[in-house]
């Protein structure tokens, strides 16, 4: 007789469940295993299921040492046919997606729980700025470059050359992701920003100041996929297609060109539409230059009219673009931060965003960015979702 | 100890890059010799004023230089230098530090 070890159904991978905790200024007691078992509970009970339903785990953090996966699956109590873990910051929850996307098509694993999370104060957060990499640590820390704010302080003063932009232009990135987390009551950072304010707020690098840097903040999210069967239909959230590019210019371009540019035409053709057909669009923010450089490497915008594009799509909201408020006002926590914006694609393709819900919202995009290998972030991932049925 | 900047040159192909990498991003060459590169050109620069938990004292000047050669790095810079101004790049220490190139 055969032995039959794995007899698994496989089927179209969806987004079957999401969670976030709510981000706080502080870790507030909360250690990052704690935050990402709280983000693990919610996203299983937003699905429908148990611990002991899931067969595969993976996570990104900068703060989970000396654990790893299989620690925080041994703390978590899971049974596992599937398992990995993703140092790549801003690109690592899209990263783990893709895997766990083919891992659920294949058969490999049925129901798969991806958590992403960091508790960090900011004494870690410097520690971790200087010893990011081998190039930080040999050759940008001792300067002391001080992190990535000054290398963004750099891209961003080139962007501006090239495009004949002036500061307003970022600001609007800023105010327009402002306005909408004054409408999202998890948002860390909700106080109402004019354009006074954002010119007057404390310099960080010329010409960044606070109000364009991230604040780090701590929490969890998570998110589980599933075969569509196994998922409420309801609830489901499609995954339609993916797109990576990952060190596409090896750190000798400029940084004002994602790896996007070079995927975005086959992730569109993926998807059977293009960006016009985007009702809501997760752009990964650790500034608000990528959101731009980003948008346009999508063809959302185009490199000529970035200042018209800032205030009429993102400003007057034609365009909905990181509507929880983003990173830059949501906060970023640590790892978490390149999966805040699929939290978001998810909750705003369910209907379940509340005052912020962009109306019949049926397609979104949602991208990752990061982890600077020298001079900008050498990944770059996107994914397109869409309402189930 | 202080010179030029040690960019890596590919023993193959003539590629220069900074910092060193394992193969060579041109033609996958394993092999490369040290150049020191003393003179460049600021393409930006900036002034590092704060840093995660409060204003950095003393603030530090650094940017982007482009070296004779092409390879962009990132440097220290001395104080008020500007985009466009060309400068000499000296290796002190492990730290890039351009000055006013004299004209």
């Known amino acids: 007789m055969d032995t039959v070890y794995f007899h698994f159904v496989s089927g179209r991978p969806v987004l079957a469940g999401a969670a976030e905790t709510p981000y706080t200024r502080g870790p507030q007691g909360e250690s990052t295993p704690s935050l990402l078992a709280h983000a693990a509970r919610g996203a299983l009970a937003d699905a429908g299921l148990t611990p002991a339903d899931v067969d595969g785990l993976g996570v990104a953090s900068f703060s989970l040492a000396p654990d790893h996966a299989i620690d925080l699956a041994w703390r978590l109590g899971l049974r596992l046919s599937w398992l990995m873990e993703d140092p790549h910051g801003g690109a690592s929850a899209l990263n783990m997606l893709h895997h766990a996307w083919r891992a659920i098509e294949a058969g490999d694993a049925e129901a798969i729980l991806l958590l992403a999370g960091d508790a960090l104060s900011p004494v870690d957060f410097r520690r971790l700025a200087d010893e990011y990499n081998s190039a930080t640590r040999d050759h940008l820390a001792p300067i002391p470059a001080g992190g990535p704010n000054a290398l963004f302080a750099l891209l961003t003063s080139r962007h501006m050359r090239e495009h004949g932009l002036s500061r307003e232009t970022y600001g609007r990135v800023v105010l327009a992701q402002r306005s909408w987390a004054a409408l999202n009551p998890a948002a860390v950072y909700r106080e109402p920003l004019t354009m006074a304010d954002y010119l007057a707020a404390p310099i960080v690098a010329d010409p960044l100041t606070l109000l364009d840097c991230v604040p780090i903040v701590a929490g969890a999210d998570a998110v589980v996929v599933t075969a569509a069967e196994r998922a409420a239909r309801r609830r489901a959230v499609e995954i339609v297609a993916f797109a990576a590019a990952h060190n596409h210019d090896q750190q000798e371009g400029d940084g004002l060109r994602t790896g996007l540019a070079e995927t975005a035409s086959r992730l569109w053709e993926a998807a059977g539409h293009g960006p016009e057909e985007v009702d809501v669009a997760g752009i990964y923010d650790d500034y608000p230059v990528m959101v731009l450089v980003q948008l346009s490497d999508l063809g959302f915008a185009s490199d000529g009219e970035l200042e018209r594009f800032a205030h009429e799509q993102l400003e007057g909201r034609r365009l909905a673009v990181n509507t929880s408020g983003g990173q830059l006002s949501a906060g970023q926590a640590g790892a978490a931060g390149g999966m805040h914006g699929l939290v978001e694609a998810v909750r705003q393709l369910r209907g379940e965003a509340g005052e912020r819900q962009v109306k019949g919202a049926r397609r979104a995009v949602v991208t990752g960015y990061g982890m600077i290998a020298y001079r900008y972030g050498a990944c770059s991932n996107a994914v397109v979702l869409r309402t189930a049925g | ?103």
């Open chain 2, 1 to 103: 100890m202080s010179g030029g900047l040690p960019i890596s040159v590919c023993l193959a192909c003539g590629h220069a890059v900074f910092p060193h990498r394992l193969l060579c991003p041109r033609c996958g060459g394993a092999e490369s010799r040290n150049e020191e590169v003393d003179s460049g050109v600021v393409e930006e620069a900036t002034v590092l004023e704060r840093v995660p938990g409060g204003p950095l004292s003393p603030p530090v000047p650094l940017g982007s230089v482009r070296l004779e050669g092409g390879v962009v790095v990132v440097a220290r810079l001395e104080a008020g230098m500007e985009p466009g101004h060309p400068v000499r790049l000296e290796y002190r220490d492990g730290v890039p530090v351009a000055h006013q190139a004299p004209r």
